[in-house]
């Protein structure tokens, strides 16, 4: 993981890239944040009750008493117009991840990272209803990065959707063909099955194949390929026999998964069977950048993603 993280590393310094965490009560975010200011990296900003570990150069902000409640709430029934009434919407305001989040949106912050002591819809909601999805794009979804030592490999959705339909697949193939190269990866993008080129046609092959055929129209160049199983999808030998002629099968780095079930099962059988680091999930879809830990994230992983979301905000 060091070598892709030191890369990015290089994008962000000197840029002042502000992040914003509102989970300042949990302590592998506050020793990563603390890391994170002592290196000069990114400036970390607080939302919410801190430890009292938090290096005092970090600026906190209390949704409760902050000036800047009126001028958000302002901002928030302008985005979210007839949903909530000021009381409501105050409520929300007062909750440290609306309030993280409005200030990604309002531009005081760059990027947020939340999730090591929230759910994922919990982090995911806020960004849905105030900084919304990018132009064209219509679902956001969570991509891991896959490391083990010299090996990187990119899988989604592995975090939001539950049973993405033939659209939402090729959507989520071409974001990651786009993303791949942040991470020093030339995109071979394999759409998974528990079918190989039409060795089943059922409802659920002919929605990865359908898939295929939509990237394709969209980016006719793009190197993705399906529907497969992970074997042809991963091994030269498998790959060739099943699936001949194919520019990705045998060769795939970026793996789009069927359905929810798959790819959350997927990634964490990698992670745990194979031993490789699982950086994310890095959400993809949104006007600007919002990660979600995962509650069992490590020092490490608040660290690194935190770097990623900095990346991330350069490029937005």
Known sequence: MANIIEQLKTQITGKNVKIVFPEGQDERVVTAINQLAKEGLITPLVVGPVLEQLDPSVKVYNPKTDDLKTS???AFQERRPGKHSDAEAIQLLEDET???TMMVYMGLADGLVSGAAHSTGDTVRPALQIIKTKPGISRVFGYFLMIRDDEKYLMGDCAINPNPSSEDLAQFALELYEV???YGIKPKV?????????SANTEETLKVKKAKEIALKINPSALIDGEMQFDAAFVPKVGH???PGSHVAGQANVFIFPTLDAGNIGYKMVERFGGFDAVGPILAGLNQPVNDLS????I???YSLSIITASQSLKK
């Open 72 to 74: 958000m709430l302002k």
């Open 98 to 100: 609306y309030f993280a």
């Open 180 to 182: 791949a190269p942040t």
């Open 190 to 198: 394999a759409l998974l099955s528990f079918s190989t080129n039409g």
């Open 241 to 243: 026999s099943k699936y």
């Open 295 to 298: 509650r069992g994230c490590s």
């Open 300 to 302: 490490e992983d608040v």
